[in-house]
């Protein structure tokens, strides 16, 4: 199983921190990244949060994937292995 989860339709006033905070609630969150334009700096309006294992990952997914957080409502999933570039 994986301990990292994707995050999708965040807004894009979201941030590392806000995410961290909010998916706290499920358990320990180890990193949480908001994924940005290269060029702009500007949000993509997904991101990651890897949690301190498996079933606080598990827990996060069951408790939030379509909730609303900031006003949008999010989708969780695992996240899926990077493919090699």
Do not use: H, W
């Amino acid at each position: 199983m994986v301990k990292k989860l994707y995050v999708g339709n965040l807004s894009y006033d979201v941030d590392r921190d806000r995410m961290k905070e909010f998916f706290s609630e499920a358990g320990e969150v180890v990193d949480s990244v908001v994924i940005t334009d290269r060029a702009t700096g500007r949000s993509k309006g997904f991101g990651f949060v890897e949690f301190a294992d498996e079933d606080q990952a598990k827990k996060a997914l069951e408790m939030f994937n379509g909730k609303d957080f900031e006003g949008r409502t999010i989708k969780v999933d695992f996240a899926k292995p990077q493919q090699s570039r």
